[in-house]
């Protein structure tokens, strides 16, 4: 009996599994204690200056939980450090001087990241980076929630109940 194929969300996995394991190999390779998914953050308050973890969720595209628990482990890593917002709630995440000093070693990193990036989408059959774009579009304006219960509800319908048993008396083995 053979395996089934991977689903979608394994393939996805194992991609992200490929590229960040090597993005973060590279890193280590350039003596930077960084990790990929600080790079949204660090990129969004680079652009914003001091900001909220809402503002920075909203500026990178990413959950206020992701960014949450993405700040959590940059200040104990010591690259950001978190300050009272004018609201009593509020969080106002800031660079540390020591993520500030390894800013200039991470752009040149980030350079060589986008340009492997630009020579795996040459080498596939369509750009990985626009199929991804393509997806994020797609699913923006109908989720996959959505497509779920619609293929749900089209595979629950009579018409595509289950065949009966097949018989021994069939048109392909006629008893006559």
Do not use: C
């Given at each position: 009996?053979?395996?089934?194929?991977?689903?979608?969300?394994?393939l996805?996995?194992?991609?992200?599994?490929?590229?960040?394991?090597?993005?973060?190999?590279?890193?280590?390779?350039?003596?930077?204690a960084?990790?990929?998914?600080?790079?949204?953050v660090?990129?969004?308050?680079?652009?914003?200056?001091?900001?909220?973890?809402?503002a920075?969720?909203l500026?990178i595209?990413?959950?206020?939980?992701?960014v949450?628990?993405?700040?959590a482990?940059?200040?104990?890593?010591?690259?950001?450090?978190?300050?009272?917002?004018a609201?009593?709630?509020?969080?106002?995440?800031?660079?540390?001087?020591k993520?500030?000093?390894?800013v200039?070693?991470?752009?040149?990193?980030?350079?060589?990241?986008?340009?492997?990036?630009?020579?795996?989408d040459?080498?596939?059959s369509?750009?990985?980076?626009?199929?991804?774009?393509?997806?994020?579009?797609?699913?923006?304006?109908?989720?996959?929630?959505?497509?779920?219960?619609?293929?749900?509800?089209?595979l629950?319908?009579?018409?595509?109940a289950?065949?009966?048993?097949?018989?021994p008396?069939?048109?392909e083995?006629?008893?006559?």
């Open positions: 009996m053979s395996s089934p194929s991977p689903t979608l969300g394994t996805l996995h194992h991609l992200i599994e490929l590229l960040d394991g090597d993005v973060q190999a590279a890193y280590t390779t350039a003596g930077l960084w990790r990929p998914r600080y790079t949204p660090l990129r969004g308050l680079m652009s914003l200056g001091p900001a909220s973890i809402k920075l969720a500026k595209g990413i959950s206020h939980s992701a949450s628990q993405t700040v482990q940059m200040v104990k890593d010591d690259l950001v450090e978190l300050k009272p917002g609201d009593a709630r509020e969080r106002i995440v800031a660079l540390t001087p993520a500030q000093a390894m200039p070693a991470l752009q040149r990193q980030w350079a060589a990241v986008n340009a492997a990036a630009d020579a795996l040459a080498e596939l369509a750009p990985l980076s626009g199929v991804i774009r393509e997806a994020i579009t797609a699913l923006s304006h109908r989720p996959f929630g959505q497509r779920i219960l619609a293929q749900t509800q089209t629950s319908a009579p018409d595509h289950s065949p009966p048993p097949s018989s008396l069939t048109p083995h006629p008893t006559s």
